[in-house]
């Protein structure tokens, strides 16, 4: 593993601390409707398809930088519509907390996506 990847894992473990602290506080002062007891199993999930999803990416700009384009669109779409399918399928399998399991897995998404899309950018600006 070379040093891009070790900085990449170590940014991911202090975001991922920083995100479970937002996550801990949500937990603690939203509306007992709008939390999640699982937002722990959300939290490992993002945690490591940014993971995964960025080694991919970087092993495949490395093989051909022409292409990373078409495979970032084609991993953003897949993963977009994935997480669409994971929400649904709970929101019909668990109507009670649904809108709390919603609301952190998007939150999820918005701070990972966020994240993935920034330590791209610094990474390909070198």
């Known amino acids: ?3 891009s990847f070790r900085a990449f894992f170590v ?3 202090l975001f991922s601390v920083f995100t479970l602290g937002l996550l801990f506080l949500w937990q603690h002062y939203a509306s007992p409707n709008f939390q999640s007891t699982i937002f722990w199993v959300v939290w490992l999930f993002f945690i490591f398809t940014t993971a995964i999803i960025h ?5 495949a700009a490395r093989k051909d930088p022409k292409k990373f384009i078409t495979y970032f669109m084609g991993i953003t779409g897949i993963k977009l519509f994935a997480y669409l399918i994971i929400i649904l399928i709970y929101g019909l399998l668990n109507r009670d907390t649904a809108q709390g399991f ?3 897995f998007l939150i999820s998404y918005f701070l990972y ?3 993935e899309v920034v330590t791209l950018t610094k990474h390909f600006k070198k």
């Open 1 to 3: 593993m070379d040093d």
């Open 11 to 13: 940014k991911l473990t």
């Open 55 to 59: 080694v991919v990416l970087i092993k």
């Open 102 to 104: 919603i609301i952190c």
């Open 113 to 115: 996506s966020g994240f």
